[in-house]
């Protein structure tokens, strides 16, 4: 499996940005996609996942922050709104081959991971 992250940048604090995560190498459906992130000298964070059949979102993104696949493109997306300084981090797509499509939020438990983008929120 391999994973393509792309469309980090610098964004302005309460502006968007749309991440995008490229699965390729084994059947899409049936993996748990998840996004995490790490800031310089912090421990890395889950942020959001989704499977076939259902989604999970960290508190701090919540409302701000959601996640979809097309499954047709074997693509994962990321869409941040209203974003803050406190979102600047490394982003990376994770993603586990899951049958009863559970989403966890603990790194250990994903196979593969992509290379990251970095997100940058100035003030």
């Known amino acids: 499996v391999q994973l393509q992250a792309s469309g980090g940048g610098l964004v302005q604090a309460g502006g968007s940005l749309r991440l995008s995560c490229v699965f390729s190498?084994?059947?899409?459906?049936?993996?748990?996609m998840a996004w995490f992130r790490q800031a310089p000298g912090k421990e890395r964070e889950f942020v959001l996942g989704i499977s076939w059949n259902g989604r999970n979102y960290a508190d701090s993104v919540t409302g701000r922050f959601t996640i979809s696949r097309d499954n047709a493109k074997n693509t994962v997306y990321l869409q941040m709104n209203s974003v803050n300084p406190e979102d600047t981090a490394v982003y990376l797509c994770a993603a586990k081959d899951s049958p009863t499509g559970v989403v966890s939020t603990t790194r250990w438990w994903y196979q593969y991971w992509g290379q990251g983008t970095q997100v940058t929120v100035s003030s």
């Open positions: 190498g084994r059947t899409f459906n049936s993996y748990v």
